[in-house]
């Protein structure tokens, strides 16, 4: 058959078979296997061991178990309580006030987590709470917390990172710092609009809490002192390139580990409780990474992937518009289905696309991470709305009403990376001076 119509027979099967409730790594597998019986005589057994062994054989996945296990270790800490009495003092002096200790608290937080969910769980345990307790706006308090709870996706270590990554073909480290200064964009989005909305709304927001001398906030301070050297620590030697991301991730399960003692939450039942959580999610995403490598490996055989590529280029799309072609499919994609599987399950398609186009891979892995950021708080699969829903006992689409303001931020942000791409690639550049530029 022509390429036209074995792309929409494969197109309707994976959406068949995802249909039928099969796992995602399994309908990907089961798509490769049509595509290659319907175009190539090749041993299939051949390609798909090697494939299994190739995306699972990679120093750089070994970084995935050891960010999502630091990440367990700090979500069973104490360390949402000190870091919301610790932010507190800091922050009365903005309009907006605590609200912004979600996001400063969010954003040093998803520096150690590598997690959406765990990031927005840890620090709400606490602020919602407070928070409601001082009589802060109850939508504000949770769409600024659904919002900054994304962060952790973005400021690196992220978990989706490392699986683009892996899937790109490009440095896990390259992708972890363009992702830093997108972070620190985002945290300054947010906390404009609380700034901006504050002043709007005056009343909703309480009188500061007594003026405090700089003594007595360092000394309410102290137990984040070692959360920031741990985060400092990493940051250095990612940037200096004194160790590579995996050799990090091992350092920062060190120290989560080291701060969980000091905190007296390092306990035999925390340990096994981590551990366990975390094989269970390596095994979900390594074995998703298993069914995408196979499947890419078979959309090579059919030619589909690179006849795209070139129709792409016929017809003389500028970089804006496909950019914006890809947010929107990405943003629907979103209401779908989870930010992982967008990444692996477009891919095969996309990447071929942006590099036809002229894009920077690391560019384009930061761009992706914001979009599966705005995943974790759109409807009806947003995983943060769920994480708050049960916090607050509120429904999820007044969870995503709150949220909404937050979602257009992340679009804000999207256009501002692809008008200066540069603060993406900056510190990339800097530190591995033959980084590939955008055009």
Avoid at 150 to 160: A, Q, R, Y
Avoid at 177 to 205: E, H, R, T
């Amino acid at each position: 058959m022509d390429l036209a119509t074995l792309s929409i027979v494969l197109l309707l099967a994976l959406v068949g078979i995802l249909a039928s409730g099969v796992w995602i790594a399994v309908a990907l597998g089961l798509v490769g296997l049509i595509a290659m019986i319907a175009t190539t005589n090749v041993p299939i057994g051949g390609v798909l061991a090697a494939r299994v062994w190739d995306s699972a054989a990679s120093w750089q996945i070994a970084a995935l178990p050891l960010f999502i296990w630091m990440g367990e270790i700090l979500f069973r800490t104490k360390m949402s309580e000190e870091m919301f009495r610790g932010l507190a003092p800091w922050l009365q002096w903005l309009p907006g006030r605590l609200l912004h200790v979600n996001v400063v608290g969010c954003g040093i937080f998803a520096t150690m987590s590598g997690s959406s969910a765990a990031t927005c769980a840890t620090i709400g345990k606490i602020a919602l709470p407070e928070l409601e307790k001082r009589g802060y706006d109850r939508d504000m308090a949770l769409g600024s917390l659904a919002g900054s709870g994304t962060l952790g996706l973005l400021i690196p270590p992220s978990i989706p990172m490392v699986v683009y990554a892996v899937i790109a073909n490009v440095s896990v480290l390259k992708v972890f710092l363009g992702g830093f200064l997108p972070g620190a964009l985002v945290m300054g989005l947010y906390s404009g609009y609380i700034i901006v909305w504050s002043l709007l709304n005056p009343d909703k927001s309480p009188p500061r809490d007594p003026p405090m001398s700089f003594g007595a906030k360092v000394r309410q301070s102290k137990k984040l002192i070692p959360a920031l050297l741990l985060i400092a620590t990493v940051f250095l030697s990612l940037v200096l390139g004194i160790a590579t991301a995996t050799e990090c991730a091992a350092f920062g399960v060190v120290g989560a580990l080291a701060l969980a003692w000091w905190g007296g939450t390092l306990t035999q039942e925390s340990i096994t409780q981590s551990i366990m959580s975390t094989t269970r999610l390596t095994c979900m995403i390594m074995l998703i990474l298993a069914g995408a490598a196979f499947c890419t490996a078979a959309m090579a055989y059919t030619g589909i992937p690179k006849a795209l590529a070139e129709w792409v280029d016929a017809q003389n799309l500028n970089r804006h518009t496909l950019v914006l072609s890809l947010t929107v499919m990405y943003i629907l994609l979103g209401c779908l289905i989870d930010g992982i599987s967008m990444i692996v399950l477009t891919a095969v398609i996309v990447l071929p696309m942006v590099q036809k186009a002229g894009f920077d891979l690391v560019w384009f892995g930061v761009y992706l991470i914001i979009h599966v950021e705005m995943a974790q708080i759109t409807p009806p699969v947003g995983f943060n709305l769920f994480v708050l829903q049960n916090m607050s006992g509120r429904d999820t689409f007044s969870v995503a009403k709150a949220a909404f303001p937050f979602f257009l931020l992340l679009n804000v942000a999207v256009v501002i990376i692809t008008a200066f791409p540069e603060i993406v690639l900056v510190i990339p550049n800097w530190v591995f001076p033959e980084t590939v530029r955008l055009k």
